[in-house]
């Protein structure tokens, strides 16, 4: 499938999750999300899970201490300040149970988006800036290399006997990280001048004709924000 | 009529001395031109120059012409050359734009305008030529660094060039990567001028050698009369592997020892499988093996940067380890400081180490500022300073040139008594010079695990 197509159900499913009503629609969402952010290598994608769970989980617990809804106290607390009486009625724990799949799903379509998307199809598909559709390709890809590139400086470090454990120590690598990136940014932009970059007479690989699949999959993503407004 | 003319080249980086001096040279269709030289010679440059790189890019001060295919460099954009001058330069990593392989080798065919319905067919065919075809959809962020470099000439490659640049492209590669990627350049057919520091990977598919020394061109001539030449004056040039001054003493206490040591980045996928190793004080191990066998990965486990999966490491006394390319990884805005971190900020013992590198009077300056060679040898004073009881180098001749990994070969040996060394390379040169013995990985995916097929020399 087209990462337009892709995109457009990911797309799709988020207005979904925020316009639903039911907690058990969001719910099905996210598991359809996860279900699908599963597909990718298991040593990438843990940090998109782990970060999406603890943002939910996080959201679920604070919520009942901030909101106040409902008049049926399930754990009445002590009186702090700025909050007042702190409790957890039954109606906060089904708003935060919401709130935290609302969340998850987001989360989710935004893991799939970043793990299981051609970034280099999308982006050259969008057919419009040129230039900034590069520079988010390339933003893309110097994830990795600078968490390669970070990973590579800590061992060089080790290799030294120097421990790089802490916040502090760990933030004076951004330093030496960002100056090592704008060294390969250089590389980069000659390599890219080398190849050709910036001639008028550029073409580009032709997209291939719309599948009927592909047209399902946006037929799917407009139903889709239609029942998250409507029913879901 | 010459593919490419350089007459009288004089240039200068900003604010630097000249790079280039006083070049002249004429490159003809079909030639294999070797440009050989120390490291700052100007062989880059001078690459640079011919792919119009110099001067538009880096600007600076140009003196002389440059025509390629009769265009004049000083008023053709390097972009505009593209297509009829394609470069493949030394780390891949820092030539790469796409995330996928088959979008990275359409990058440049999109730019120079070549009809979009053949621009894939080219990609697919230029990534078959080099034997990469099955990396075509893969992402280029889990390719090894030989595939990367191979996914990096199918890219020029398939621009179809007629002057191919290659600026040391083997750095990386082991032994057969590096033949069989100079093979497949040459088998092109477009005339190739290639800079290497491993003269004897490139002398037998060259056609002509180039000597530049402190920017001059200082021998042009056929390959078979720059042999003789480099034989009487630069016989480090031409050196076949050979056995330097070994040691003579007795061996010393066993400082590390791996025992069935077993290593996998991810589960079921094992990097090292069962190995042995034991490195004793006085001795000089090579580590030698093809890419991806897992040379790195027992230097780390060796040092402890690793744990392993399987097997046991003993280690006495402080091990420190040299990793690949250290130039890039520098932490601090002054050599000193930089060589200091190692020893607690103690930083007369870092001026000391630096000093004994011959780096006295660089210790203020920034680690970036600092020259190719300089930097190494500011990455070796920052290991050396710790004075290890066992010292691991990966890979510590990728572009250097055989004077200085001479010096780096008198400088191992000469400390080698006091410590355990092990050294990981695939540079056949220097393995010979250092090592008194030499353990081979054979295969790092044999099920049978990491073969020890080294004799032990000494």
Redesign the interface.
Known sequence: MRPAAALALLAASVAAALLARHTLSVAVLALALLAVCVRAPR?RRWPYLVGTGISALALFVVTPFVETLGSHPLWTGPIVPVLGQLDVTHEELASASFQACRLAAVGLAFAAYALLL????LL?GAGFARRSV?AV??A??LV??LER?AG??V????????EVEGLRRRA??VS?LL??SL??GL?????????????S??????SPPWTAAEGLALAGAVVLVALGAMWL | MALARVERLTFAYPGAECALRDVSLEIDAGEIVLVLGASGSGKSTLLRAL?G?VP??HGGRFEGRVEIDRRDTRTT????L??T???L?Q?P????????VT?EV???L????????E??PRALHALATVGAAHLADRP??ELSGGELQRVCLA?TLA?EPTLLLLDEPTSQLDPDGAEGLLELAISSGAAVVLSEQRPERALPVATRVVFLEAGRVVLDAPVSRAREWLSSHRPLWTAEPSRGTQRSGELGSTVCRLDGVSFAY?PGQPVVERFDLELRRGEVVVLAGPNGSGKSTIA?LA?G?LDPTDGIVVRTG?A????QD?G????RDRADEEVA??VGGDLPRARSALGSLGLTGKEARHP?DLSSGERERLALA??LV?EPDLL?LDEPTRGVDPERKRELATRLRAQAPGRATLVVTHDRVFAASVADRVVSLESGSDPEGLTLVGAAHG
Do not use: C, W
């Open positions: 040593e051609d970034h280099d199809r050259a590069l390709a390339l893309t890809r990795p290399t590139d590579a400086l061992d060089s470090l080790r290799g030294r006997g120097v004076a690598l030496p100056a090592g060294e390969r590389n980069l932009a000659e390599a890219m001048e080398a190849r050709g970059y910036g001639r007479d550029r073409t580009r690989v032709p | 792919a790189l538009h890019f954009r390097p972009s505009a593209a297509g001058v394609a470069t330069f780390d990593e820092d030539q790469v734009v796409a995330t996928r979008r359409a990058f440049g999109e730019n120079v305008g070549t009809p979009p319905r621009i894939v280029v962020e890219s621009l991810r780390k040092t940067l402080r420190s380890l040299l990793l250290p890039r990884y520098v932490v971190l190692g970036r920052s290991v710790t691991v």
